[in-house]
């Protein structure tokens, strides 16, 4: 038997695989290319976010600051630096700017308004027999002798490093004041 044999002629490569494989590395180096750029993005925005509502405490801060002192009798404007995590350092350190607190208007407190179970609210009591007891400020209106007088304080935090503010803060506070009191 003779068999015979044919040698099979080596096929010539076409380089397929090369180009797809070519082809899947590009598609690939354009997905990470994309997703390191929305990473970058979406880092810068969550700074900025984090800058802003930081500000938006120091801003906070500095307006309770306000507050708690008596700046009804003489409204002043200030400006301070509040260390917004006590770090002690530059960076978390923003300068906050509160004009002078504006009075917006006095509005009288009404008796029915008044606890009088609570000790800051029985000065306020023109008498408890009768409406009109001839006392300068009570009347048949319903008027305590006390008033609120409204006022509003704003403040606006710059970030370190930075020459722009955030956006400003703004609280409205109602003071206690006498019957007849001025802004």
Excluded at 14 to 21: D, E, I, N
Excluded at 28 to 33: A, E, F, G, M, N
Excluded at 152 to 174: R, Y
Aim: glycine share 8%; charged share 10%; aromatic share 2%.
């Amino acid at each position: 038997m003779n068999r015979s044999r044919r040698s099979a002629a080596p096929r010539m490569q076409a380089g397929a695989t090369l180009l797809v494989s070519m082809i899947f590395l590009m598609v690939i180096t354009l997905i990470v290319v994309s997703s390191i750029k929305a990473v970058n993005v979406n880092t810068k925005l969550v700074g900025n976010m984090q800058t802003q509502k930081e500000a938006g405490a120091a801003a906070q801060q500095a307006i309770e600051s306000t507050i708690s002192t008596d700046f009804t009798s003489l409204p002043t404007p200030s400006t301070s630096v509040i260390d917004i995590n006590n770090s002690g350092q530059a960076g978390s350190a923003y300068t906050v700017e509160v004009p002078a607190p504006l009075c917006t208007g006095v509005k009288p407190i009404k008796l029915s308004e008044l606890d009088a179970t609570n000790t800051d609210d029985q000065p306020c009591y023109a008498s408890g027999a009768s409406q009109n007891t001839g006392i300068v400020g009570s009347g048949a209106s319903g008027n305590s002798l006390c008033s609120n007088s409204n006022w509003e304080v704003n403040a606006t935090a710059t970030p370190p490093g930075s020459t722009e503010s955030a956006p400003t803060v703004h609280q409205g506070i109602a003071v206690r004041v006498a019957v007849g009191a001025a802004c």
